[in-house]
């Protein structure tokens, strides 16, 4: 889809920063405003980016300031996997 967006002159400079891609800008603020909806998830977020890694996404939605919302069920999840992979690991290097 293509979409035309007009920006009077005067406010050019205070909405789109020097040297950016206007319709970059613009793309991009589309798509962080619908993760903080929740209406993107982090992984269509690397796709529509074409980011390859999580490392990546990472790095652009602490660029603009935008957390990861992080759940205390996902930091378990999280706690629980690295756990097993330090047990695992351990028992193949012994």
Do not use: C
Not at 22 to 45: C, D, G, K
């Amino acid at each position: 889809m293509q979409i035309v967006v007009e920006i009077p002159d005067e406010f050019v400079h205070l909405i789109i920063p020097a040297g950016r891609d206007p319709a970059r800008v613009i793309f991009e603020a589309a798509l962080l405003q619908a993760y903080r909806q929740s209406r993107i998830s982090t992984h269509q977020m690397m796709q529509v980016l074409e980011f390859q890694t999580r490392y990546e996404l990472d790095g652009f939605l602490k660029d603009h300031q935008v957390w990861i919302e992080y759940t205390p069920e996902q930091m378990a999840a999280d706690q629980k996997f690295q756990d097993e992979f330090v047990a695992n690991h351990t028992r193949m290097t012994i």
